[in-house]
Structures are given as structure tokens and as C-alpha cells.
């Protein structure tokens, strides 16, 4: 746990601030660090996690979480008394000013986020709070606060680098380039694109996803009057595939050109590289919950057949900005 006042001190010093807080930690509270997501250098592996998911801090003890990606995050704790809070959509978050103080009587949490934005909460009253995204269902932690008479059973280093050890492995374990994807949807027909990629991890603390955001099997080449599939293999994340204009708002729907075949999957036509086609949200069908009604069943495909040569561009509209495009050559 480093020394409150985070002024720089000799090592000797630190060590027997750490000594002094650890005896009598009553009379220190402390500021810890923590972050929020991480990504390959091209953006295209997106971890959705917490680094670490789990931290042992005393009553009065405030943590800050630092947003380290391009993909959007919420940190969030939802009210557990009196009885425990229905878990809202990202878009109805509770409103909370930075810093704020969790306590589990009242929900805190943050807008969607992304890097550079930092968000700081402070833990008044002893217990076990859940730490969770708002964007992402399976990206989860736990924070436990202990009274002050209890002792922490680790110090701020080794949460650092059990984050940095916690990123390595998560953005190494789908470290695939499109020949390894290729290989293994060999299932896919010729004209089949991948939309996305990724995997779901637990620990002891909760739930991480490692997200691909990128199109496998770019660019693809077909000949006039040929239909290109694009098939979600994303177990966490919603894409679209757009082409033209971008939809203004929300990008949920599909556009009016869209229709729907007999097995489910959207499906348009594009007769010119000037036409508009957006798919709507593509996305894998969420787990069933004991309990809870059965989820319905997503749009997981969709379809465009091309009637003329060309080169049409498109790109997924909630990721673009991470390197998200694909592109269709036509040829005669």
C-alpha cells in the first residue's frame, strides 16, 4: 500500500511508512489504484476487465480507477440495501460526481468511459461490494472493506502487477492473426465474413472477456451476384456492418432496405458503392438465467448480395474508431 500522500520518499522511509500503517492502520486511510480495460497497440484485442478484479482495502480507504481503452466502460456499484438494485441498462447509469463515496445504500457509478478518464470512490462502511461494467454483463470484480483493526493482505504493488500479469495473459490468450481465425472457422463458406472474435474467463472475483474487434477474412472478393455472410463470433460485444452513411443515433436498428430470411438473418441488396445498408446489432444470443425468462434469440447473421462490380467499403458503427472496417472487391 503506498504512503497517502503519495509524495516521493526514500525507500527506507516508505518501508517504514508501510511498517507504521500496517501496526496501527487506524490511523492512515488510504488511496488506492486501480484500472479499467486495456488493448493491443492497434486497438484491435480490447480486454474488457478490471486490472486487478479484486482488492482488499480498509473502511475510509478510497479507490481510483484510470480508463485504459479505447472501448467504452462504466465503473459501477449498484445498490445492495435494501434489497439488491435490478441491474439497468448502460443508458439509464446513475449519475454520480467523481469523487464519490459507496456505501451500498445508493447506486454510484459512471457514464460510459474511455481512456484517459479517471473515477475515484471512497468506501465508508465495512463489506463486500461487487464491482461491475454496465456495457459489458461478463466484466465483473469485488472490492472488500475491511475494518480498520483487520490487516490488508496486499500492498498497492502487488495489485499492480497482478493487473499487469491479469492484461498479459487476457490480451495474449486470443492473440490470433487471420490465418489462425481462418483455421479455425473452417466451417465458414467461401463468402463468410467473421465479425469479431473472443473469449469469456473467470476467477475467484468475477467474470473478463477479451474481445476481437476486427473482421476476419478482410478484404473479401466475390463476383457480381454473389452473397457475402457476416456471422458474429463475438461472445460479449453487439457490431453492425455499414455500408454508406452511418446511421444517425442509435445505431440498434436496421435500416429500412433491410429484410429478413426464413432462418432469421438479415439479408440487402446493393446495387451501387453510393448505397446505404446498415445490418442493425449483431450479436450473440445472451445465456439463459435460472429463473428469469428465456432470453430471446439474437441476430446473429447477415446478408448482402452485391449485383454489380465495385470496391464497397463498411465498417462496424460502434467500433470503427478502433480500426473496424472490412472491405467487399466485386468483381465481373
Known amino acids: 500500500m503506498r504512503s497517502p500522500s503519495f509524495i516521493r520518499v526514500s525507500p527506507f522511509i516508505r518501508v517504514t511508512t508501510l511498517l507504521f500503517i500496517s501496526i496501527a492502520p487506524g490511523l492512515a486511510q488510504a488511496q488506492w489504484h486501480a484500472t479499467v480495460g486495456a488493448q493491443s497497440p492497434q486497438k484491435g484485442r480490447?480486454?474488457?476487465a478490471f486490472f486487478p478484479n479484486e482488492l482488499w482495502i480498509h473502511e475510509g480507504d478510497s479507490i481510483?480507477?484510470?480508463?485504459?481503452?479505447?472501448?467504452?466502460?462504466?465503473?459501477?456499484?449498484?445498490?445492495?440495501?435494501?434489497?439488491?438494485?435490478?441491474?439497468?441498462?448502460?443508458?439509464?447509469f446513475c449519475p454520480s460526481s467523481d469523487p464519490s463515496t459507496f456505501d451500498g445504500s445508493a447506486c454510484v457509478s459512471t457514464?460510459?468511459?474511455?481512456?484517459?478518464?479517471?473515477?475515484?470512490?471512497?468506501?465508508?462502511?465495512?463489506?463486500?461490494?461487487?464491482?461491475?461494467?454496465?456495457?459489458?454483463?461478463?466484466?465483473t470484480g469485488v472490492v472488500h472493506v475491511l475494518e480498520q483493526s483487520k490487516p490488508l493482505p496486499h500492498t498497492q504493488d502487488f495489485y499492480d502487477d497482478e493487473a499487469e500479469a491479469q492484461r498479459h495473459v487476457l490480451l495474449a490468450d486470443a492473440d490470433r492473426d487471420d490465418d489462425e481465425a481462418r483455421s479455425t472457422h473452417h466451417h465458414a463458406s467461401e463468402q463468410q465474413v467473421t465479425v469479431g472474435g473472443g473469449e469469456i474467463s473467470t476467477n475467484a472475483a468475477g467474470a473478463s472477456t477479451l474481445s476481437i474487434m476486427r473482421f476476419v477474412r478482410d478484404p473479401m472478393i466475390i463476383h457480381a451476384g454473389q452473397t457475402v455472410e457476416w456471422a458474429t463470433d463475438d461472445p460479449e460485444d453487439p457490431h453492425t456492418i455499414t455500408f454508406g452513411t452511418e446511421p444517425a443515433g442509435d445505431p440498434f436498428p436496421p435500416s429500412s432496405n433491410v429484410t429478413v430470411d426464413a432462418d432469421g438473418a438479415r439479408h440487402a441488396v446493393i446495387n451501387s458503392a453510393s448505397d446505404s445498408v446498415h445490418s442493425g446489432f449483431i450479436a450473440a444470443t445472451p445465456q439463459d438465467r435460472t429463473g428469469l425468462e428465456q432470453s430471446p434469440l439474437s441476430t446473429t447473421r447477415f446478408r448482402i448480395t452485391f449485383t454489380h462490380p465495385g470496391v464497397y467499403p463498411y465498417i462496424c458503427a460502434l467500433h470503427d474508431e478502433?480500426?473496424?472496417?472490412?472491405?467487399?472487391?466485386v468483381l465481373p
Not at 114 to 126: I, K, L, Q, R, Y
Not at 322 to 329: E, P, S, Y
Request: overall charge positive; aromatic content about 10%.
Open 46 to 48: 480490447q480486454a474488457l
Open 64 to 92: 481510483t480507477w484510470r480508463f485504459e481503452a479505447g472501448e467504452i466502460h462504466t465503473v459501477t456499484f449498484l445498490a445492495t440495501l435494501p434489497t439488491a438494485q435490478v441491474r439497468p441498462p448502460f443508458q439509464a
Open 111 to 139: 457514464p460510459p468511459l474511455v481512456e484517459g478518464s479517471t473515477f475515484t470512490v471512497t468506501f465508508p462502511t465495512p463489506g463486500n461490494y461487487k464491482l461491475i461494467c454496465l456495457v459489458h454483463p461478463d466484466m
Open 322 to 329: 478502433l480500426g473496424m472496417k472490412g472491405k467487399v472487391i
